[in-house]
């Protein structure tokens, strides 16, 4: 059944059933290897570092499972000098990382000409490097815009395909029809583009992931970000019981063989789940990793969820752990853009 998956790359309801319910040990191992497999055909044992630097926690937005929602109002905000984040991509070229992601809420005081702004610095600065944005919904006008000023890749999960589902984890105001259309945009301007989702959030069902999946299929994004969902204290979602590692790891692997050339990181939220969470993940077809470079002194304020890893870190401890952590398994974090060879 699996080769027919690796073969075909797609995956029928009954089969995504089978996957993610099935007790049978062995069969979840040859899960694991053929995603894996897969992933070394392409990327060989070579793991990519993405820089993340999470440059505001403000955001006008209130989605129900997010720490940084803007109705929390225990949580602490900060935004990043252009100075600033300048300052985390000199640590991170020197530590080898080719690739900056800037994530943020959806912070309005981060108009478009700012943004370009700190793209095209960094693009002058850093020529050999790739630059990913994960700023959430914009117009066609300011994704463009982006764009030419030097923006290479684009973040932006779906969250769920299912429009029910959509909306218990969303207020009114926002809606999945136009994100959709956010990341068919984003392809088209030629981004690198990424969708994806938690695992595990509330009301997601089978069903609801089949649909995932099937929007994955749609669409080909280039990247896929997924982890377990985690609830955060002082969210809607607090009581919510959390992803699992196992739920994420095979859905890891299907995506793996679905699109077999995707960018597929082990999200730090895996590796706050599990100790060895991250190691787990590339072992079950993932490829990327996204250590914090963030300065120290905001880490812990950018908590979308609880318990967050590494908040106490320096940059070159995050960049060693993640190499040695890799090496443990028989991968290598390389210094490269890292683009979609699929
Ligand atoms: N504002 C940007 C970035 C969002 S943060 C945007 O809208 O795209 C990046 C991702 O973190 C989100 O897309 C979401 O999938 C994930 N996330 C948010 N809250 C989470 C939680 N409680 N547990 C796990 N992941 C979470």
Not at 110 to 138: F, H, M, N, W
Not at 150 to 155: F, K, V
Not at 180 to 199: A, D, P, R, S, W
Not at 248 to 258: D, E, G, K
Request: charged share 25%; proline share 4%; aromatic share 10%.
């Amino acid at each position: 059944m699996l080769l027919k998956i690796q073969n075909t790359e797609s995956v029928s309801r009954e089969e995504l059933e089978m996957i993610l319910t099935t007790e049978d040990e062995a069969f979840v191992q040859e899960l694991y290897r053929q995603a894996r497999e897969t992933a070394r055909e392409y990327y060989g044992n070579q793991i990519y570092i993405r820089g993340l630097i999470e440059f505001t926690s403000y955001c006008k937005n209130n989605c129900y499972y997010c720490g940084i929602r803007c109705g929390n109002k225990n949580a602490q905000r900060y935004r990043l000098t252009t100075d600033q984040i300048m300052e985390c991509c000199e640590t991170g070229w020197n530590l080898g990382f080719r690739t900056f992601v800037l994530q943020g809420g959806e912070d309005p005081c981060y108009t478009d000409e700012k943004i370009c702004q700190i793209v095209r610095q960094i693009k002058e600065k850093y020529p050999d490097c790739a630059v990913t944005l994960s700023i959430g919904e914009k117009s066609r006008e300011s994704y463009e815009a982006y764009f030419e000023a030097g923006a290479d890749r684009y973040l932006l999960r779906h969250e769920t395909a299912n429009e029910k589902h959509y909306r218990k984890l969303h207020p009114e105001e926002m809606s999945l029809s136009y994100r959709k259309n956010c990341l068919k945009i984003l392809k088209e301007i030629g981004y690198q583009t990424g969708c994806g989702f938690m695992v595990g959030s509330p009301g997601q069902t089978i069903d609801t992931l089949y649909e995932d999946l099937m929007f994955i299929k749609e669409l080909k994004p280039q990247m896929v970000g997924i982890g377990p969902f985690i609830p955060h204290q002082d969210t809607p979602f607090k009581a919510e019981p959390a992803g699992t590692l196992e739920m994420t790891l095979r859905l890891l692997a299907v995506i793996r063989l679905i699109q077999p050339g995707v960018l597929l990181p082990a999200t730090t939220a895996l590796g706050t789940i599990h100790p060895k969470g991250r190691e787990k993940g590339v072992l079950a077809g993932a490829n990327v990793v996204m250590p914090n470079l963030s300065p120290v002194d905001v880490r812990d304020k950018y908590k979308l969820y609880d318990n967050k890893i590494c908040t106490g870190d320096e940059a070159a401890e995050c960049k060693a752990c993640m190499s040695a952590r890799m090496k443990s398994i028989g991968y290598e974090v390389v210094t490269d853009r890292g683009d979609y060879k699929g």
